[in-house]
């Protein structure tokens, strides 16, 4: 006969039993912390599968995406005073300040407050983590590091190619068309490589992105939003592993 150990029976597991801590700041009518709408940060060096899992949120949980080179062009196209102001910029080849991007930011999130928001390229400072992190109140916010060794991304971008039609991505190595030289969605034979897509250049990104990224990968650790993700597999496996932890 087994006695029911009512210290046990009261003992709550974390929320999704991930280790991950929802903020404890809960607006107004917004009890459950499991119901808050969801923000999710992604971080990964070039070639971690970031745009994978972005696609993946959008097309199969209808997420919404903020990524910011969409988001300067659709802010130019709404002709909106702060988009002319970003056109005015980019025409000259100059850098958006963080306070346009985060108007930007403030008017995607003002027209998603009912809905589940993926970040994708951006934060890319640590005072731009910040300042997202303010607008953020009120929502349950997860970061998601996509850790890959260096030699794993240089098999994926070296051997790297799209088709120049429909923007299929194929890989040398891994991803080749059913049949050689013909696009298995479009049927187009003629396809692109990057020209950056280089032993070389491909250092040099990842260098740049690991000395702007580490400071980030600590500031969400630090908040206990953090969750690192083993980027190595394939990214189909890793966008189906991480929509499970966003699922449960
Ligand atoms: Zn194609």
Redesign the pocket.
Known sequence: MVELDKSKASTQEAPGGVGVEYPLSVEAGDIDPKRKHQALILLGAPGSGKGTLTRAFDAMLGFSVFASGDALRAEIQSGSALGQEVKALCDKGLLVSDEMVLAMVENFLDSNRKENVVFDGFPRTVLQAEKLSTLLAGWAVRAFYLEVSSSVVFQRMLGRYS?K????LYNDKTVVPGVEGV?D????VDFLRRSDDNEQAIRTRLDVYQEKTAPLVEYYLLRGELLVVDASQPPDVVADAVLHVVLT
Request: with cysteine; hydrophobic share 10%.
């Open positions: 088709c039609t429909c923007g299929k696009c969605l479009c049927g187009g």
